[in-house]
């Protein structure tokens, strides 16, 4: 995306967060409202190719109220599939779609595909609860009731649709489950509780990570490393150097998308549970006891009693002070990170191969250009590597890990990040080879040391 595009992004979030409140004190029907404007945002960017949306709702709807039992292996299939077919459109005579387009698709590829999720799971409660129930097991049964009360769903093919459109996330996120979204809009869950001050509050560091996105991409551009001058009157010093801002503008910019997108969903009062019903990243409350028995009290009735991490995308500071590529991760587009973790990395088979795959999707997900896939497969070995390193040295030299982890951590986000950013193998290992692939050997050599590095035998081995 280009500097109009960010623009246009920019102002379409505003307006989202803005009309936040009005969305959450309609009295008539929301659904139908939240399609009409995610249909209008949508056709805004995206003029006649606005059918790839339709398309892609449209089937998965018809897909899931009909193809229940195996709605998932469906979804999945087509929608990435489609996802695909979208990607290369070009190649069968179709124009280009824009990049809003490409943003939209992405996000409707994880809500398509996680509410066909949250069916099979719905599904596979409920035969569970009937097997606890013959088995008289009271404690087991008690349990999945519990859990099919708060996150059992039974979309109809009209559910589908309207949460597909929905305008609130429809861009760039966050993603948010079903049944997230039937809490809020259907069941109206603390709909008279007031949250336009936890938008503002939550939007109020997005001036400074702006600032900074200007002033990062003013002073390193992308651009100059595709000029013959970067790689011939600039030392390999600096070449190395020029990763970190390149990266740092990256955050930033991300920064302040995820976070106003997380303003949107506030100020609509989506994704908005008790503090004390322990809500995580993506999945709603965790702590379902307390959660009931807050229903039954009707206690909450404060904002500050409300807690909104379930559409939480990012949390800025983590990313930057935490010294392990793997917490990074963790506090990193987390609610995509959920989706990745509940569908892919959990279900998948191999268990050693679950980092990779999962990352090797996520890839897939972002795109076809070779870089993503150098960039974030790339994290699994990295995180391999961090981890024999830390497991051998933290327990002697806790500070040295520390900061060597936090430059590890920056060295692999920023090297690889340029992957990412440039896209093209052939940039890609044009960079890399002007720095004498740099990352790739400072990886290794963290693993030889940890590889090598004497077990220290007075402490516990770590599980």
Known sequence: MGIADDITYFALVVFTIVFGKVFKSYNGNQKLLGLFLGLLISLLVSGSHVYHVIVIILFNAFLITFLRRSCHIWSTTFTFTYLVFFRCSTYFGLEKSPSFTNAIMMMLTLKMVGVAFEVRDTDQRRKAIVKASEQTNKEEMTKLELESKYWDVNPTFLDVIFYGFCYIGILTGPYYKFRVWEDAIERKKYANIPTLKS??????????????????????????????????????????????????????????????????????????????????????????????????????????????????????????????????????????????????????PIKPLRILVTMFVSAFWHGLYPGYYLALCSAAVAVFCEDVFIKKLKSRYPRFVFWYGLFYKHMFFSYFGAAFLLLEIGATVEYWKSIYFAGHIFIVFTFLVGYIWPRDHNCPKSE
């Not at 200007?214 to 600039?234: A, D, G, Q």
């Not at 070449?239 to 910019?253: A, E, G, K, N, Q």
């Not at 106003?260 to 965790?286: D, F, N, R």
Request: charged residues 20%; neutral net charge.
């Open 199 to 348: 938008a503002v509050h939550r939007v109020s560091i997005v001036p400074l990570f702006l600032i900074l996105f200007l002033i990062l991409s003013y002073f390193f551009p992308l651009s100059y490393v595709s000029k013959e001058e970067f790689f011939t009157e600039r030392s390999v010093l600096f070449r190395i150097w020029y990763l970190f801002p390149l990266f740092s503008t990256f955050r930033m910019r991300l920064y302040s998308a995820f976070i106003m997108s997380e303003a949107a969903c506030i100020s609509a009062g989506l994704g908005a549970y008790p503090q004390q019903s322990q809500p995580k990243y993506g999945a709603g409350p965790t702590n379902l006891e307390i959660m009931e028995n807050l229903d039954k009290e009707d206690a909450i009735s404060e904002e500050k009693d409300l807690c909104f991490k379930t559409i939480q995308n990012v949390d800025a500071w983590l990313g930057e002070v935490t010294n392990t590529v793997r917490a990074s991760m963790r506090v990193w587009n987390t609610t995509v990170q959920y989706w990745l973790a509940i569908n892919v990395h959990r279900r998948f």
